[in-house]
């Protein structure tokens, strides 16, 4: 069985202060794990993604993600805050393979405040 | 290529009501689902499809009925709607093959009352 949780529902951040969204995962198998980005009233898009290849692993618009197997960890982060940063952030968790299904978190939504 | 298409956008159903939200894909993908977005609950699946005419249930599927008949259509019909059926609902695609990444459509948002 797979599961994950991000750890705060809700991030506030200053506009050039670093970024850190938390999640967890279990997993029975080594698992794939993804960020997406939701910007209001749009649909998901893919940050970037873990498949068992490099731990750091660099995404879109400066986000970055470490893979922890010790931990079981897979947060995201950013350096430095943009106002577009704003949206909701959605940790996934799979099995490697072309039919198994995406467990979603239940999300964390990141303000940025000038 | 438009990518993952969904209509309508809104929809207000009262309940009761019936009717059929759209998915197409021009990607050639066997994989197409649907997931429905609540407050605080991610996205939940409801039904997926690994090719023409091979539909399953996934998590929330209590509602919802879905068919395959070609690879580039997914159609979720509610048959009789319900309150608890409002919500954002999400078409996704992706291949059978390599790391699972999946393509969302923009999402049509559904008020039952």
């Known amino acids: 069985a797979q599961s994950v949780t991000q750890l705060d529902s809700h991030v506030s951040v200053s506009e050039g202060t670093p970024v850190l969204l938390r999640c967890n995962y279990s997993?029975?198998?080594?698992?794939?794990l993804f960020w997406y980005v939701q910007h209001p009233n749009k649909g998901l898009q893919l940050l970037l993604k873990y498949t068992s290849a490099a731990t750091l692993v660099k995404g879109i618009n400066g986000f970055e993600a470490e893979f922890k197997k010790s931990e079981t960890s897979f947060h995201l982060t950013k350096p430095s805050a943009h106002m577009s940063d704003a949206a909701e952030y959605f940790c996934?968790?799979?099995?490697?393979?072309?039919?198994?299904?995406?467990?979603f978190g239940a999300g964390t939504r990141l303000a940025v405040h000038p | 290529n438009a990518g993952v298409t969904q209509t309508p956008k809104f929809q207000v159903l009262k309940t009761g009501q019936s009717m059929t939200l759209q998915c197409a894909q021009d990607m050639n993908h066997e994989y197409m689902s649907w997931y429905r977005q609540d407050p605080g609950m991610g996205l939940r699946l409801i039904h997926y499809?690994?090719?023409?005419?091979?539909?399953d249930q996934g998590e929330v599927p209590n509602g919802y009925n879905v068919s395959r008949s070609t690879t580039e259509d997914f159609p979720l019909r509610l048959l009789s709607a319900a309150p608890s059926q409002t919500s954002v609902y999400f078409c996704?695609?992706?291949?059978?093959?390599?790391?699972?990444?999946?393509?969302f459509g923009p999402g049509t948002r559904l008020t039952v009352l």
């Open positions: 997993s029975s198998y080594s698992p794939s």
């Open positions: 499809s690994v090719g023409a005419g091979i539909t």
């Open positions: 996934v968790v799979t099995k490697p393979g072309g039919y198994n299904k995406l467990i």
């Open positions: 996704a695609t992706k291949q059978t093959s390599g790391n699972n990444e999946q393509f």
